[in-house]
């Protein structure tokens, strides 16, 4: 019996990794020049809507398009907007409460905005 409880204990941490985003939502931070701040929320579909939460000219704008897709793949994210145009690359933490990668975007060098950067994303517990 000691061993079955050990076995599910270490195990637990584990288990997360092929934890779905279905329905979750998340604070994304974006890192480079200008940081940025958004909600994601994660559709049941593989869709993703989206909300800027900081003082950018969409300040509020909810956006939620067929093209903007996520994918899961054990600790691998990747959130694509605009059929690639701008893509998201990350790792999901082993708790799955934290993930972090970088983004690039296909537009050309504009400044003062970036081409590409980084970004981390808080799970949003209701």
């Known amino acids: ?13 584990f288990i997360s990794q092929g934890q779905s985003l279905n329905g979750t939502a998340w604070k994304i ?19 993703l ?21 996520w994918e899961i793949n054990g600790d691998k ?4 907007f605009n059929d690639g145009y701008l893509i998201y690359k990350g790792i999901i933490t082993r708790y799955g409460e934290f993930m972090y990668g970088d983004w690039v ?3 050309k060098p504009i400044d003062p905005w970036p081409v590409s950067g980084e970004w981390t994303g808080n799970l949003i517990k209701f």
């Open 105 to 107: 975007t296909q537009r």
């Open 49 to 69: 809507t989206s909300m800027a939460i900081d003082d950018s000219p969409e300040w509020g704008e909810v956006r939620s398009q067929d093209n903007n897709t």
């Open 29 to 47: 931070t974006h890192y480079s020049a200008i940081d940025r701040y958004e909600i994601f929320l994660f559709e049941k579909d593989g869709t």
């Open 1 to 13: 019996m000691k061993k079955i409880i050990l076995i599910f204990l270490f195990a637990i941490p």
């Open 77 to 80: 994210v990747t959130i694509s």
